[in-house]
Structure formats: structure tokens, C-alpha cells
């Protein structure tokens, strides 16, 4: 998901069969938005395989018609889980530009890499065409308690990749954690090493969901190995009265007209008729440093 205030344009990714977007033109106000869906438009380029869109992201101060993507593995040979870059296209839709396949140690397959159907659902935009990548589980070769981070460089026609040190510590509840995750990361604040937002996801049959949200210390971009970061402070978004369900897309959201910052967050059907696609737009009620490190 990504938003383009601006301009009042917001765009979000389909992982149905043949990946497409759509964009939302947002009139009105921001507490109360007049939403219109434009055309769904096909992601051009994709070829015949089966492209699972994850994210998708501007870099700060970027081009306003460059767009990068996470994309997952559903068949490794044929179409491996990579990082692209995409152009915005006067239609509204995308069209690929550049796709770099992730490194072999995050592909699927037999006892290493991602897991099926987990990710990489987080990227991050930071400055000069850095990117941050996580999966939504830990890798099959992991700590079923470390998730993994994955640093990208673009220059020009190559992408970088650098195993970062530093995982991210995972603490799911026990009823949630055959299918808890972590579905997108956001900067806190702009910087070139800034502190994260999480967004966490769980779910447990037949139809209960645990959606959480915590705010993790600016991570290290290096290789040197440390302890999996904790988090500084987290809330469970069903108790600012957040509907439990499928959220798994966060993003910037405009400011206030006191001030304060916004998140924008959006919810997965998963093509199932008792759920539904959602946005929900949350705020703080303060925007002073908290008393309390602990804010459950």
C-alpha cells in the first residue's frame, strides 16, 4: 500500500492470480474521507507465472512515479521471490521495470528459506535507494523466535544484498503461533537509520485474529551479530477498537489538522466471504513521549 497525500492518490496491491492494483482518489476531509476505486489495473510485465505482490513502497523524497515491490515465491524455479521496481503508468496501474531475485538462502526449498506462503510481506524505503526486507516468518533454517532482515542497495541496474546481523525478536501469543507474523514495517520517523513500526498479525481456528502493533528500536545495518531487538513499546489494536481480522498493510497516513501523525492500514479478505477488504485510519492521542516503556 502506498499513498501519495499530495496528490490525494492511494494505491493498493491484489494477490489474486494475475497481480493487479488499485488506486483509491481520496476527496474530502481526512477523518472523512469521500474513497473513489478507480479501474483495477494489471501489473504489466508480469508474464504467465504467478507474480504474489507483498508491498509496495516510494522512497522518501523520491520520483513520484518510481514504485518498488516485494514479491514471494510460489514456484522458486519459475518465478523466485525478488525485489522490482516498477513505473507508475498514466492508467494508474504499474508496469515492471527492473526485478532482482532475493539471495538463495531466502528462496524456498527443502529445509531453507521462506516458508510457503510467508512473505516477504515487509519492505521499507529508506534514503539513497536502500531498502529493508522481512519475511512474515521466521526462515526454515531460524529460530522460530529471530526474524531475519535483509538489506538492499540499488545502484543503477544492480541491487546489493547484505544479511543484516541484527533479527528482530518474535513473541506471539501461545494461541497464535502456528500463524502469527509479521506483516509490514514503516519508519517512525524520517532519518537514515530510523526507529520501526510493526505491524503483527495471528490467527487461530476457526475465525479469531490477533493484530498488534509495536514500535522497535532503530536496528543496525550491518553484519555484526547482536541479540533480536525487542520492542520499545507495542499496543493490541483491538484495544483502541480495531475489528480483529486480516490487517497486514501499514502506511503513512495524512496529518491532522492539530498536528498529529496518522497510520493508514488496510485488511486482506483472502478472497473468503467472512472477511472483508478494509481501511482503517489510527492516531495518537498524544504525541509527547510516553510515561511508561511498557504500553500493552
Not at 10 to 30: F, N, P, Y
Not at 206 to 224: E, G
Amino acid at each position: 500500500m502506498a499513498l501519495d497525500w499530495p496528490r490525494r492518490r492511494l494505491w493498493l496491491l491484489s494477490d489474486a492470480k494475475r497481480t493487479h492494483s488499485l488506486e483509491l482518489r481520496w476527496d474530502g476531509t481526512v477523518r472523512q474521507p469521500l474513497l473513489s476505486a478507480q479501474a483495477p489495473q494489471p501489473l504489466q510485465g508480469q508474464g504467465r507465472q504467478k507474480l504474489d505482490g507483498e508491498a509496495l513502497v516510494r522512497t522518501p523524497g523520491g520520483s513520484p512515479e518510481r514504485f518498488w515491490m516485494a514479491s514471494e515465491a510460489r514456484n522458486p524455479q519459475k518465478r523466485p521471490a525478488s525485489l522490482l521496481e516498477l513505473k507508475l503508468l498514466r492508467s494508474g496501474g504499474f508496469a515492471i521495470q527492473q526485478q532482482w531475485p532475493l539471495p538463495a538462502e531466502w528462496q524456498p526449498q527443502q529445509g531453507q528459506g521462506m516458508r510457503r506462503n510467508k512473505g516477504p510481506e515487509a519492505l521499507v524505503a529508506l534514503p539513497a535507494l536502500r531498502f529493508l526486507l522481512a519475511a512474515e516468518a521466521p526462515l526454515q533454517q531460524d529460530s522460530s523466535r529471530q526474524l531475519r532482515l535483509l538489506l538492499a542497495k540499488q545502484q543503477g541496474q544492480q541491487m546489493q544484498f547484505t544479511p543484516l546481523g541484527t533479527p528482530l525478536l518474535v513473541s506471539a501469543p501461545l494461541e497464535a503461533q502456528p500463524h502469527w507474523g509479521l506483516t509490514a514495517l514503516l519508519p517512525a520517523q524520517a532519518g537514515e537509520q530510523p526507529p520501526l513500526l510493526a505491524l503483527w498479525r495471528g490467527y487461530a481456528e476457526p475465525n479469531k485474529w490477533w493484530n498488534r502493533l509495536s514500535l522497535l528500536p532503530a536496528v543496525p545495518l550491518d553484519q555484526k551479530p547482536e541479540r533480536a531487538v525487542a520492542p520499545l513499546m507495542r499496543w493490541d489494536l483491538r484495544d483502541v477498537g480495531l475489528e480483529p481480522d486480516n490487517w497486514e498493510a501499514l502506511t503513512a497516513g495524512p496529518q491532522l489538522e492539530d498536528g498529529r501523525p496518522t497510520l493508514l492500514l488496510a485488511s486482506d479478505d483472502n478472497f473468503s466471504p467472512f472477511q472483508q477488504n478494509r481501511l482503517a485510519l489510527l492516531a495518537p492521542l498524544q504525541t509527547e513521549a510516553c510515561a511508561s516503556a511498557d504500553s500493552r
